[in-house]
């Protein structure tokens, strides 16, 4: 599946790279979104009842394989397109410094520059009642999310490490999280996210992308 974006998305605001708007979405990507939903349709349900609190999510996987680029901006697809009137607001969050904060029922997003405006945003929204899903984008290794970002009930939140993270265990106890671990793309993912970069090109140079390609990655 591919998501494509005129505007990009939030991960690729956050650097100063040149970043492809594309993001490919496999199905260990898609797998990720299928566990959040589950827990999300639960939070949701008549059944769920108030006492219910969401489950808290950190998401390990190898290095460069997309977690915060795909996982991350795939999960702010699906949940923006969640029923509004059970998930309000989404807000995605660059290691606590950048934060934007997507409001479904105004149809507006705010851009939270520093800590101190995230901290305000996210206590009016608790004063105000809202259901909040917050995906945490891991910017410092060994840095689990400020206290407000995981508020001990009410709120669904799945932490997305940008870098290799040690000590996960420790990372899931911090945040008291159920771990999601994501396996390296397929080799026919990793083909057809090549021919989709290189579409425009001929078929020989199509080919030629692939084997440099093939040569510096170590399938899993």
Excluded at 6 to 16: D, F, L, M, N, R
Excluded at 41 to 55: A, I, K, N, R, V
Excluded at 146 to 164: C, D, E, N, Q, Y
Excluded at 190 to 199: E, S
Aim: contains cysteine; proline residues 5%.
């Amino acid at each position: 599946m591919l998501l494509a974006s005129e505007k990009g998305w939030p991960y690729s605001w956050h650097t100063i790279q040149d970043l492809p708007k594309d993001v490919f979405v496999n199905c260990e990507v898609d797998r990720v979104w299928r566990i959040v939903k589950g827990d999300v349709t639960e939070w949701l349900s008549p059944h769920g009842g108030t006492d219910f609190t969401p489950e808290r999510h950190l998401l390990i996987g190898t290095p460069g394989i997309g977690k915060s680029m795909a996982a991350g901006s795939y999960l702010l697809y699906r949940l923006l397109h969640c029923d509004a009137e059970k998930i309000q607001v989404v807000a995605h969050s660059f290691g606590g410094s950048t934060t934007y904060v997507s409001d479904k029922t105004t149809r507006a997003v705010k851009r939270c520059s520093d800590e101190d405006m995230c901290v305000s945003e996210l206590r009016s929204l608790r004063g105000h009642g809202r259901n909040v899903y917050i995906i945490y984008g891991v910017a410092k290794k060994g840095t689990p999310p400020p206290r407000h970002f995981a508020p001990t009930s009410g709120w669904g939140m799945i932490a997305v490490p940008f870098l290799k993270v040690a000590n996960y265990d420790e990372w899931a106890k911090q945040l008291q999280a159920a771990r999601i671990i994501v396996n390296c793309p397929a080799e026919m993912d990793v083909k057809a996210m090549c021919a989709w970069m290189t579409r425009d090109g001929a078929t020989d140079e199509q080919t030629k992308y692939w084997r440099m390609v093939e040569e510096r990655i170590d399938m899993c």
